[in-house]
C-alpha cells in the first residue's frame, strides 16, 4: 500500500500535481512518545497515517494537558501545518501514542495546491471540520457531562482502541488526556473500584464490568 | 454600501459568479431575540451582516447555554449552512443580540461556487479556522479559567462592545454566556460588588473599577 492509496483525492489531482506532491514527500517512523508538532513552534506539514495512532492536545500555562483529538491510521494531521492558514490563531501539541509511520507533506508543496486547487481546498475543509467537530463534542463534554461520566467513557474508548479490558494507563496519564488532575482521577477509580466496575494495579485499570461502565457513561 | 463592499472575496469571483450570488441573495432586517438558525433543524444560509450583533451558542439537553462567539458587522456566518460540509456533525443555534440588517446566501448557491472555485473554498476555509480558533479560545477558557476570571472577561468585553459601563444584562444572561448557572454569577457578582468593582441594580450591572476587572482577568 501506498501514499496514493491512503489519500482520498489522489484521483482527483492533476498528473502535474501528483508530481509535485510525491517528489516533496518524506515518509517517517516515529517511535511512541515522540513529539511531531509543537504549538507555533513549527510548521512541520500535513502528517498522514499510514500506521500508529497520534494524539493532538493542548498544554495549559500550569503544564496541565488535555487531548482535543487522536488521530489513526489513514487520518490526515492538518493542524501540525497549521501556518497555511493565518487564521488559525491556535497552538495544538501532536506526540505519537504508539509507534507510528507516516507521510509528512511540507506545507509549502500542500499550501500551493489549496491556493490553485479547490479539490483540495475542499478536502482541507472537510478535515477542518472533522476535527471542529471533534472539538464540539469535546467542549459538550467539559460544559455538561460530570466527571464520572467522562471518566467511563474515556475508560470504553480506551479498551475499544486496544481491543482490551487491561488497560496500561497511569491516572496521571488518564488525567492529562481528560484535562483532570491526578488526584481527581484516583479517587474516581477508587470509587469504581468499590463499585466492583474496574480492578486497580500499578500502571493498570482492569475494566471488570462494561455494562456498568456503558451505564455511568450514558 | 452594498453587498459588493461586504463581501471580501467579490472582486476575485467571475462575472458570472458575481451575477450567480446577486441573484439568489435575500436582505432580512430581524428584532433583536430573533433565532436565526437553530441547530440542525434548518440550513439557513450563510449570513454575511450589514448592521447589528449575532450569537452562536450551543444547548445542553437541560437546556443551559454557552455563548462561542459572537458575530458583528462585516462577519459571516458559516455554520448556519453547515448543511454545505458534510464533516460539520455539532448543532450551533444563531441569535441576534441586537436588531440585525442582514444579506442571506441561500445555502446550494454558495455550495456550487464552492465546488468549483478554490477562491470560496479558501474563503470558507479561513472562516472556518477563524471560528475553530475562537472555539479553542473559550475551551482554554473553560479548561483552565477560574469562574471570576471569565466573569471579569466577559464585563470588560460586554463594555468594549457595548461603549458603556452600565451594562444591561440579567444575572441569568450572563450565566447563559459562560455556560454557568444564575445562582453562581449572583454569588461571584455580589463578592464584585462587595470589593466596590461593580454596582449592581435591576437588570443592570454597572463597571465602577475597570482596572480592578482587569487585573481579577489578567
Known amino acids: 500500500m501506498t501514499f496514493q492509496n491512503y489519500f482520498p483525492i489522489w484521483d482527483k489531482l492533476h498528473p502535474q500535481q501528483q508530481r509535485q506532491l510525491l517528489d516533496a514527500l518524506v515518509f517517517r517512523s516515529v517511535q511512541r512518545g515522540t513529539t511531531l508538532h509543537n504549538g507555533s513552534m513549527d510548521c512541520t506539514g500535513l502528517l498522514l497515517i499510514k500506521t500508529g495512532q497520534l494524539r493532538a492536545y493542548i498544554l495549559s500555562d500550569e503544564g496541565r494537558e488535555i487531548t482535543l483529538y487522536r488521530l489513526f491510521q489513514r487520518d490526515m494531521c492538518l493542524f501540525s501545518a497549521s501556518c497555511m492558514i493565518r487564521s488559525i490563531q491556535f497552538e495544538v501539541t501532536i506526540q505519537a501514542e504508539k509507534d507510528t509511520e507516516l507521510w509528512v507533506i511540507p506545507p509549502e508543496v500542500y499550501q500551493a495546491l489549496l491556493e490553485e486547487s479547490a479539490v483540495v481546498a ?38 475499544l482502541i486496544e481491543d482490551t479490558c487491561q488497560l496500561k494507563l497511569t491516572h496521571e496519564a488518564i488525567a492529562n488526556h481528560l484535562g483532570s488532575h491526578r488526584e481527581v482521577i484516583t479517587r474516581m477509580l477508587r470509587y469504581f473500584q468499590s463499585e466492583g466496575i474496574v480492578k486497580l494495579s500499578r500502571g493498570m485499570v482492569t475494566i471488570l464490568d462494561t455494562s456498568k461502565l456503558e451505564c455511568l457513561r450514558d
Open 122 to 159: 475542499n478536502y482541507t475543509n472537510e478535515l477542518m471540520a472533522s476535527r471542529f467537530s471533534e472539538v464540539m463534542w469535546l467542549m459538550e463534554q467539559v460544559m455538561w457531562k460530570s466527571m464520572d461520566k467522562r471518566v467511563a467513557a474515556f475508560l470504553l474508548e480506551e479498551a
